[in-house]
């Protein structure tokens, strides 16, 4: 089905995964899950969630190994038959446009805040819209690469800023912990969803890969760093904001980058500089999302990719800059996320099941 | 002697003729009439005999040439000073005396329908990848053109993406150069008339390497190859970043700064945006005229150029000192890439970017570095990828590519070109 020449290895599957879930979660953890929360507990929440996305990545993976030659868009006809299986895709299409859409947007607010506060959002989401065009157009091993490309840099620049950050890092305010028993923390777990769902795209990255024996250990990594980011962002975000003055700043680690001095230095205002992290780690996740979205349509409506890469251009646009404000577009982002649990959770245990029912067994030709 | 000759057949007259009687080196059989045309347009002699189907082509050519000179385009400190000219055959002399390997192979072409000029694809046969190889070959098959004048014709016809602003080609003229890059399992193509080689394929890690990083400590080759990453960067993005700061981030910018900054601006009439294209541009001119004028007139216009009209738009009050050190800085970076065609393509793209910056500030660098690096990771040259071996990561290849390590431990060729033979050197 592709050049088997350019199979994607191993450490680029665990990278694009970890890229694709690296996004709009690491300066907003401490609100989103924090408002839930509310106590310092949040830290705990997040790596709970990232335990269970452990568990939710197994399956998929396993149920994608089922089909190890095919993607998700091809192997739900084998499961569920022509109707349901229209109906499936249907469902993870809609949700990786959304899921780019959502990228877009928040790009675009953090852009008009940080750098560019009199350009219009619309012309921001435009030329963001337009650079991933040009990378998407290219197939999912340009895609990859690129992931290889900016994945050191946003690590790299994400551990040195909160390595700075412990300067004013306070113990007291992560404690105590289990406070208030372990129900908040409970309650926290299901907005991490949010920021954990993404790994599906192995739904489609395990046929091209070089070894797909392999696909359950590059989803763990790729799993296992963005839960070290997550981790290091709520611990640091709430060492040093406090929970009080984390649930009320919209970015909180922006909020704690802006903090920084530079004696010396030639940078004033390092939020600005942070952004610029964001900037990249929102690209790739966009990008694979956007790839996944028009290679599920391709499968489904078997028609060439590159038009349905034009055709979502308006559409992820439109989504993009429909709701009015930002607070409705943390709220849709909440829903968004039990869309996700859904997608990557509930509805591979159902094919699962199904196939274990049906006794589908499929033979790699 | 002519005894012996009258009593021979027809069929062998020839072969005695060309091994008792003539004694030039170079002899060959020739029985068609457009190779006779051939050899003689070529400046051999060609003896035909009456009644022999067969005649004989002796190379009785000889030209004036260039004397062997240091390089001038890639010049080191130490190591090898020669470089190639415009004769084929010294050429292929140069890298003859440097690899005395049965397995050098030099594959002859003809290249051209009305110049015939002589090519000559060089690879070493147990070394370099059998694909690689065939598709070279295959590409200077395909050339259909009445005449290649220079190398640069053929590295335009063979290069992958044609649109590209990247040189996908490394050239050089430099024989050290092309034995090292055969050694690593690459295949070079030599023109005749021409005093550049073609490497290929050639990836981005090679346009930022010089010769002189293996004769130097590694310590300090590895230093300054990490200098040149910051010079290229400076070459790129340093107008640009000028250009956001003061155009749209002036928080970015330490108040002390920002205060003598605004102090040396003041006065000047334009935005940033287009104060740096007036300076930048002004710039590109002086060098177009540098490298028309004779040599000798050429420096003083430089000076003039630089220091005269930097200074006057300075007191004139269109530009800012500030522009005026930024935009030199820039130019002796982007004079400090080893690769002449590197440099070049960084000074297209910073026109681009700092188009970008003016618009859209440190959003538009970043738009820009997203552009730029999708760009090159979409880029193949020869069936490897441009930004090999750094994307898709190779680990055992790195010795040898942001840093050099020392040539104890580099054992292995790189295995990004899937060489056949990989082992190097001896533990």
Not at chain 1, 317 to 322: A, E, M, P, T, V
Request: proline content about 5%.
């Amino acid at each position: 089905m592709n050049n088997p020449k350019d199979k994607i290895t191993t450490t680029q599957a665990s990278i694009a995964i970890a890229s694709t879930l690296v996004g709009m979660g690491i300066i907003t953890i401490p609100r989103t899950v924090g408002v839930v929360v509310n106590t310092p507990d949040v830290w705990i929440s997040v790596l709970l969630g990232g335990l269970i996305s452990f568990l939710f990545g197994y399956i998929v993976v396993t149920l994608s190994k089922k089909f190890p030659d095919k993607t998700f868009f091809q192997y739900s006809y084998d499961i569920t038959g022509r109707y349901l299986g229209f109906i499936f895709n249907i469902i993870v299409i809609v949700y990786f446009i959304l899921f780019s859409s959502f990228e877009v947007r928040i790009l675009g607010e953090i852009t008009k805040s940080y750098l560019l506060d009199k350009t219009p959002i619309e012309l921001i989401m435009i030329f963001f819209l337009s650079v991933g065009v040009y990378l998407v157009v290219g197939g999912i091993n340009p895609i990859v690469r690129i992931c290889q490309v900016y994945f050191p840099i946003i690590c790299l620049l994400f551990f040195s800023v909160m390595f700075i950050s412990l300067e004013h890092f306070e113990i007291n305010n992560i404690r105590p912990v289990l406070g208030k028993g372990i129900l908040p923390v409970i309650r926290g777990v299901k907005v991490t969803a949010l920021i954990y769902t993404g790994f599906e795209i192995i739904f489609i990255l395990l046929p091209f890969m070089k070894n797909s024996d392999k696909a359950l250990k590059a989803t763990m990594i790729g799993i296992s760093i963005p839960l070290l980011f997550y981790l290091t962002s709520s611990i640091i975000g709430i060492g040093v904001l406090t929970i009080e003055e984390s649930i009320n700043v919209t970015y909180p680690l922006m909020a704690i980058v802006s903090e920084f001095e530079f004696p010396g230095g030639f940078i004033e205002r390092f939020e600005v500089f942070f952004s610029i992290i964001w900037v990249l780690a929102l690209y790739t996740s966009f990008v694979v999302s956007y790839y996944c979205a028009s290679f599920g349509l391709s499968k489904t409506f078997k028609k060439d990719i590159n038009f349905f890469i034009y055709a979502l251009l308006p559409i992820i646009y439109i989504i993009g800059i429909f709701p009015e404000n930002l607070d409705i577009v943390f709220k849709l982002g909440d829903l968004f996320a039990d869309f996700g649990l859904f997608v990557a959770g509930l509805m591979p245990i159902l094919l699962l099941l199904i196939i274990y029912i049906k006794g589908v067994v499929y033979e790699k030709k | 002697m002519l005894e012996s000759l009258e009593n021979s057949t027809e069929n062998n007259i020839i072969d005695k003729i060309s091994e008792k009687i003539i004694t030039i080196s170079n002899v060959s059989k020739i029985d068609s009439l457009n190779q006779c045309i051939y050899d003689i347009l070529s400046g051999n002699t060609v003896l035909l005999i009456a009644d022999s189907k067969k005649g004989l082509s002796l190379a009785t050519q000889a030209w004036e040439g260039r004397d062997i000179s240091e390089s001038s385009t890639e010049p080191t400190v130490k190591g090898p000073k020669d470089s190639f000219t415009e004769t084929l055959k010294t050429n292929i002399v140069h890298l003859r005396r440097r690899i005395k390997d049965p397995n050098f192979i030099l594959d002859k072409f003809n290249i051209g329908r009305r110049s015939k000029t002589d090519l000559v694809v060089t690879y070493i046969k147990d070394i370099a990848n059998e694909e690689l190889v065939n598709e070279v070959k295959k590409r200077i098959e395909k050339i259909d053109i009445d005449s290649a004048l220079s190398s640069g014709y053929i590295e335009q016809l063979i290069e992958d993406d044609f649109l590209s602003p990247f040189p996908q080609v490394l050239s050089t003229e430099r024989p050290d150069k092309v034995v090292s890059a055969l050694m690593e399992g690459r295949v070079a193509i030599l023109l005749d008339t021409d005093p550049f080689a073609l490497i290929v394929p050639a990836n981005m890690s090679m346009f930022i390497q010089s010769p002189s990083d293996y004769n130097e400590r590694w310590i300090f080759a590895s230093l300054i190859r990490l200098l040149r990453y910051v010079i290229s960067f400076i070459a790129l993005y340093l107008p640009s970043l000028y250009i956001a700061l003061i155009a749209f981030h002036q928080g970015l910018i330490p108040t002390k700064l920002a205060i003598s900054i605004a102090a040396s601006r003041e006065g000047v009439p334009f935005p940033s945006l287009i104060e740096a294209l007036i300076m930048e541009g002004t710039l590109e001119i002086l060098r177009e005229a540098g490298v028309r004028l004779p040599r000798a007139i050429g420096q003083a216009v430089g000076i003039v150029g630089g220091l005269v009209i930097g200074e006057a738009a300075v007191s004139a009050g269109i530009v800012s000192p500030i522009m005026v050190i930024v935009v030199a800085l820039t130019a002796i970076s982007s004079f400090a890439i080893p690769q002449y065609s590197l440099g070049i393509s960084f000074r297209i793209l910073r026109f681009g970017i700092m188009l970008a910056a003016g618009f859209l500030g440190l959003y538009g660098i970043l738009l820009s570095f997203i552009l730029i690096s999708v760009h090159i990771v979409k880029l193949k040259s020869f069936g490897t990828e441009y930004t090999n071996p750094l994307i898709p990561y190779r680990p055992k290849d790195w010795k040898d590519c942001i840093i050099r390590k020392p040539i104890m431990s580099m054992k292995n060729r790189p295995e990004m070109l899937k060489p056949k033979d990989i082992k190097r050197k001896g533990d």
